[in-house]
Structure formats: C-alpha cells, structure tokens
C-alpha cells in the first residue's frame, strides 16, 4: 500500500523565511500530488497539484512544489513566509491503482512569528 | 465555486449512541468521501463513493458504515458510538476522473463521544 510522510509535525519560523516542508511518497508507478493547506478555523483546500510535466509546480500565494521522481518527493516550498500562512499543511499522493483514494501525510503545523 | 456542507459543526454524542453526519454537495459530483482527521495522523479515509448506491471502503472503516441515497448527499453512521471515535470528520466531494481528480472539503464536524 503507498504511504506518504511528512517528515516535520511542527515548525515556526519568522517573517521572511524561506519555507521548505518535506513530503515523500512510497508508490513507485505513477502518481499524482497534492498539497492542501488548513488555516485555522477554515476548510481544507487545495494549495497546488502535480499531474504530470514540468515538475516545478507553482502554486496559490507564493507556494510551489517540485516533484523529484528519483527521490519519491514533492517537497512544498516558499522563498519567503508571512504571518499569514500560519497553518497545517498535508501532502497528498493518488497512485495510478488506488482509484480515487488520496493517502494523505501526518500534517505539518506551520507558525509563523511576526 | 464548489460547496460542500457538512450538517454540523460541532458534535456531542454519548456511548453507545447511532450518529449521523451528513454531507452535500452542489457540484454534481460522482465521488464523495469521509476521512477522519486526528493531531499527528492526518487524514484517513473511512469511506468513499463513486456512483449512488456504491460504496468503497477506506483504510479504516471498522466501525462506520456509509449510505449514499442521490448523488449529491453522502452520510456516515457510527452505529454504536465509542470514545475512540471522538474526532474531527471530514467530508469530500471530486468529478470521478480518476487520475486528475481534486477533492474539494467541507468544514469537518468536530464528532465529542463521552
């Protein structure tokens, strides 16, 4: 069965750091990849996805993602955080057999001190 | 824009007791979904929903069972309420495209068993 790990359950950063937040997925055919993003109080919601092409995937509100097969990661990133993206962030993975079952990551919980 | 609604917010429900969490969605979607969401494990898929009528279960359906009645309206039942299952439940909704679907989430129902 795949698996997805979301290496970091907590981290705090100041304004104006950069973001990295590590996803790594266990299925080695094709799959596809989500982050979603939860900010308090509020819905889950999609933050970007990769499908296929380039691997460089850019997302809502300055986030991207770059898929990197060889290492089975889809690590999201942002040069530079703000206050604002205070929140719990999922990876997500679809494999090509698993129909329309997402498996998602631990979460991430993201502070940002302003 | 897509809208999924989920009937409560916030549960409080005794040992023992059958719960019913109802969701919908205005979309028209083939595929609806219930995860629950707990600190550290992110979410996990109980249930989902590809056509009326049809079920699938998830990673841990033990002790949920589903019904989809119409296409717009997806419910869990915890016939038999346990601690256990105090937890946030979150409902999905997705087109049914296979590789390229993207689920769209409700506000969760925070579920309190005493």
């Known amino acids: 069965a795949q698996s997805v790990s979301q290496h970091n359950h907590h981290v705090i950063l100041s304004e104006a750091a950069s973001l990295e937040l590590g996803c790594n997925y266990s299925y080695g055919g094709t799959v596809n990849l989500f982050w979603y993003v939860q900010y308090p109080g509020q819905h889950l919601q999609l933050l970007l996805k990769y499908f296929s092409g380039d691997p460089l995937v850019k997302g809502i509100k300055g986030f991207e993602a770059e898929f990197i097969k060889s290492k089975f990661s889809f690590n999201l990133r942002k040069p530079s955080v703000q206050w604002s993206d205070t929140a719990e962030y999922f990876c997500a993975a679809l494999a090509g057999n698993a129909g329309n079952m997402l498996t998602f990551g631990g979460g991430t919980r993201l502070m940002v001190k302003p | 824009d897509v809208k999924v609604t989920q009937s409560s917010r916030y549960l409080v429900k005794r040992t023992g007791e059958k719960v019913f969490l109802e969701c919908v969605q205005d979309m028209d979607h083939e595929n609806m979904f219930w995860y629950r969401q707990d600190p550290g494990l992110g979410l996990r898929l109980i249930y989902f929903s590809y056509d009326v009528k049809m079920k699938e279960k998830g990673d841990i359906p033990e002790g949920y069972s589903v019904s989809r009645e119409k296409k717009e309206r997806f419910s869990l039942i915890l016939e038999s309420a346990s601690t256990n299952q105090t937890s946030m439940y979150l409902c999905?909704?997705?087109?049914?495209?296979?590789?390229?679907?993207?689920?769209?989430f409700g506000p969760g129902t925070r579920l309190t068993v005493l």
């Open positions: 999905a909704s997705g087109l049914g495209s296979g590789s390229t679907d993207t689920q769209y």
